[in-house]
């Protein structure tokens, strides 16, 4: 853990700390991300989790439209442009360790590229897997492949 995120263990209250330090002091991996876990903001649904590079961050908290990092095209990924399916940021926090960020966002439509709400549908329970929700729309229609 670094000192910052140590010193901000025993911070005051609504103490308010620069951006830049907290986000210099935040712990991404080797490949310069950090899991990011969305979550709905007035349900408290888990929807998905996506990884985010400092960049993706920054602009997510700029714009307050959810930006990920796309590990398998190698680039910033705005969630919804290909599916329309959009996340606005409600509000941003680091875990204690600096090293997982939540965002409470406003989704639109699904948050899975399967087209369920929630990326999380395979409850495990006990010796078996159990589809756990249907999707709202198909996913070749999502995606305009029908």
């Not at 609504?14 to 709905?40: E, K, W």
């Not at 590990?71 to 409600?90: C, D, F, I, M, T």
């Not at 090293?99 to 010796?127: I, K, M, N, W």
């Amino acid at each position: 853990m670094s000192d910052t995120f140590k010193a901000l263990e025993r911070a005051d209250f609504d103490s308010r700390h620069p951006l830049a330090v907290i986000l210099d002091a935040a712990r991404f991996n080797a490949d310069g991300l950090m899991p990011a876990i969305a979550q709905q903001h007035d349900s408290g649904e888990v929807l998905m989790m996506a990884w985010m590079n400092r960049e993706a961050l920054e602009e997510t908290l700029r714009t307050g439209r959810v930006c990920y990092w796309s590990r398998s095209r190698g680039k910033l990924w705005r969630k919804g442009e290909s599916s329309g399916q959009q996340q606005h940021l409600r509000t941003a926090a680091l875990d204690c360790d600096g090293d997982t960020l939540l965002l409470q966002v406003d989704q639109t439509g699904p948050a899975c590229h399967s087209g369920r709400r929630s990326c999380f549908y395979v409850a495990l329970e006990g010796d078996e897997a159990r589809i756990a929700s249907a999707p709202l729309i198909d996913p070749d229609t999502l995606y305009g492949q029908t």
